[in-house]
């Protein structure tokens, strides 16, 4: 159920960690809620600050994006509420991988050395990075698990023309480029993200979240080539260290697992991680803030007025 109702508001809908009010035709409110979701599965209990972490992340890398390609975003009403533009989206997320970890590891490391259509070399470690960044789409699913799919299984099946994949492939190398020009400057590496992108007004624009830790992966760039060399885990900050400590209590988000039981001391350790990484990336202090929902109402009444 929504928890608000705007004047002119034509639509509602909730996603894994986004609650999005349509307003008129035009217009989206996004709310980033302190939800956490993994392996496709919303986890059953909120992760404090989360939402405002991600919001302002998100805030943050699309104005210093903006010279690249335009994007949905603006206003910031409140700490962990975005406005924008209603843009038709593309079904299909543009991931993008500058090393071999995650879902691109997994398959790798199960003999696999292809993924959507792109080949992987031999000879390569956890972590190593790429010769060249690789763009490993995945189809947007409204429902269920997403799927990797190719470039030309994309054009294909028409969900984006030929002439659009090109721009999109085009805006994903360079945002993800200045992705790690910022985060080097905070001696980090981003290792691995993913954008949306849609259309308002016949022009391709980037929508949703950008180089945050719930779509990207972060390492540490001190020490990393150290520890490549010899096997040791990489530091990161990302969601991952979510999805292994499910992996290790034996969920994946399969038919007839539950998830493991998430105590205070847990969230709050993913809550101290998120905070972090904030602080890492944008390079000052994440003050908190704690709004009743009338306050929250109230200030995205006031700008859409």
């Known amino acids: 159920m929504p928890t608000f109702s705007f004047p002119n508001q034509t639509a509602f809908y909730s996603g894994k960690v986004r609650d999005v009010y349509t307003i008129g035709n035009d217009k989206l409110v996004m709310i980033a809620t302190d939800r956490i979701s993994a392996f496709d599965v919303i986890l059953p209990r909120p992760i404090p600050y989360k939402g405002q972490v991600l919001n302002q992340i998100a805030a943050y890398m699309l104005a210093a994006t903006k010279d690249i390609c335009p994007n949905w975003l603006e206003s910031i009403p409140a700490p962990n509420v975005a406005i924008g533009k209603r843009c038709i989206p593309f079904k299909i997320e543009m991931v993008v991988r500058g090393n071999l970890t995650g879902h691109s590891w997994r398959i790798y490391s199960s003999g696999g050395r292809k993924i959507c259509g792109v080949s992987m070399p031999e000879g390569m470690k956890e972590n190593d990075f790429f010769t060249n960044h690789i763009i490993t789409p995945t189809t947007k699913a409204s429902k269920g698990h997403d799927e990797d799919i190719s470039k030309e299984e994309i054009i294909a099946q028409g969900l984006v023309s030929s002439s659009e994949w090109e721009?999109?492939?085009?805006?994903?190398?360079?945002?993800?480029?200045?992705?790690?020009?910022?985060?080097?400057?905070?001696?980090?590496?981003?290792?691995?993200?993913?954008?949306?992108?849609?259309?308002?007004?016949?022009?391709?624009?980037?929508?949703?979240?950008?180089?945050?830790?719930?779509?990207?992966?972060y390492f540490y760039a001190e020490g990393f080539e150290e520890r490549q060399k010899v096997g040791e885990r990489q530091k990161q900050l990302s969601k991952e260290f979510v999805r292994e400590w499910l992996i290790e209590n034996n969920f994946m988000g399969k038919e007839g697992q539950s998830v493991p039981e998430m105590n205070d001391e847990w969230l709050n350790t993913i809550s101290k991680r998120y905070i972090e990484l904030y602080e890492q990336i944008i390079g000052v202090p994440f003050t908190p803030t704690d709004l009743s929902n009338d306050e929250i109402f109230n200030k995205i009444l006031k700008e859409l007025l």
């Open 167 to 217: 721009i999109l492939e085009q805006y994903t190398l360079e945002l993800f480029n200045r992705g790690k020009e910022i985060a080097a400057k905070r001696g980090l590496i981003l290792a691995d993200t993913k954008y949306e992108f849609g259309k308002f007004e016949d022009k391709i624009v980037l929508m949703d979240e950008i180089h945050t830790p719930d779509s990207s992966r």
